[in-house]
Structures are given as structure tokens and as C-alpha cells.
């Protein structure tokens, strides 16, 4: 398993941008699919991005499709995810997680991801 710490949740007004940052330890970060995942107040988790071993294979949730990006950074440990025109139904928590081994067809999927971060709070005011 990865630790995993996120940073760079904030309040913004619709419309406006964040980037979120996860920061991996170990040795081992790039053989791990990552994922973002959200959870709004008094709701489940859901799934927000996902990427593969390297930059090229990226999974999105519909409703940020257009407007997030996933990235990472192998030689720094950090998979990012920049948010842009932001609206007040992306206010959550946002976890960074790890899987080892993931189904291709279930990176969506919370029980693929066998580590997570502790969470950065984002909040989009109308």
C-alpha cells in the first residue's frame, strides 16, 4: 500500500478553479492506478477521474467530463486533478486512491482501491 495525503481543496465561486494534489509515498507509485473520488454531505462516495500507470489512459465521471483533468507526475509521486468551471454540485470531500491492481472495466469502482487519502474539502458558492 501507498500513503496518500491531498492538498489544495478551498472555497471558489461557480465558475472559478482549483487544482487538487495527492502526494504518494513509496517507492512503488507508478506501477498504481489512481482515482479521485467525491463525496457530497449526506451521500455516497462516488467516482470523479481515474488514470493508468502512465499519462495515457484517463476514465472521467460524466458530469465533470469537459471540465476536470486528471493528470500525474511519476518522478514526484503526485497525480493531480485541475478543476475548471466549477459549480456548486462539485462541493465535497475529494479522495486521492490507489489500486494496485485494478479491473480495467471497474476503475470506477470503490473496492478497486485498496489505499486512500484522508480527504481535502472543496466548496463552489453560487
Known amino acids: 500500500q501507498v500513503q496518500l495525503v491531498e492538498s489544495g481543496g478551498g472555497l471558489v465561486q461557480a465558475g472559478g478553479s482549483l487544482r487538487l494534489s495527492c502526494a504518494a509515498s513509496g517507492r512503488t507509485f507508478s506501477r498504481h492506478y489512481m482515482g479521485w473520488f467525491g463525496q457530497a454531505p449526506g451521500k455516497e462516495r462516488e467516482f470523479v477521474a481515474a488514470?493508468?500507470?502512465?499519462?495515457?489512459?484517463?476514465y472521467y465521471a460524466d458530469s465533470v467530463k469537459g471540465r476536470f483533468t486528471i493528470s500525474r507526475l511519476n518522478v514526484k509521486n503526485t497525480v493531480y486533478l485541475q478543476m475548471n468551471n466549477l459549480k456548486p454540485e462539485d462541493t465535497a470531500v475529494y479522495y486521492c486512491a490507489a489500486s494496485r491492481s485494478p479491473n480495467y472495466d471497474r476503475v470506477f469502482a470503490i473496492p478497486e482501491y485498496d489505499s486512500w487519502g484522508q480527504g481535502t474539502q472543496v466548496t463552489v458558492s453560487s
Open positions: 488514470i493508468g500507470y502512465s499519462y495515457g489512459s484517463t
